[in-house]
């Protein structure tokens, strides 16, 4: 019985692993592939942004909307590159501290600690 059971996993895996071989070969095989397209491909603001100018420009007039719209498409830009800066001067400031630590200074003349064998 167990012998059995054995041999229906081990059936399972074998056609398993050539289904998903062939799935693989035909999926290769096709010329398009569907992309999800993320903000910056789009070209295209994030909800939030879209939802908070909306409120923020109720009631004004065409030219004061595209004006706001500018300034805080600026204020953005601005602000995430001051924060890619930031990020930036973190990992060099992270790169210079372990280059520091990986070669530090030896004193070649100090003697070295030998240990002996216990008695």
Do not use: C, H
């Not at 010329?31 to 909306?54: A, C, H, M």
């Amino acid at each position: 019985m167990r012998g059995l059971a054995v041999r229906r996993v081990f059936f399972l895996v074998i056609s398993l692993s050539l289904l998903a071989g062939v799935a693989s070969a035909r999926a290769s095989e096709k010329k398009t592939v569907p992309r999800i397209k993320t903000y910056s491909q789009k070209k295209e603001e994030p909800i939030l942004n879209r939802v908070g100018d909306w409120f923020t420009t109720l009631g004004m007039s065409e030219e004061k909307k595209a004006k706001f719209r500018a300034d805080r498409r600026v204020e953005q830009k601005v602000s995430r590159a001051e924060e890619k800066r930031g990020l930036m001067k973190k990992k060099i400031e992270r790169k210079k501290r372990s280059a520091n630590e990986s070669i530090a200074p030896t004193d070649w003349n100090a003697p070295t600690k030998v240990r002996l064998a216990p008695k």
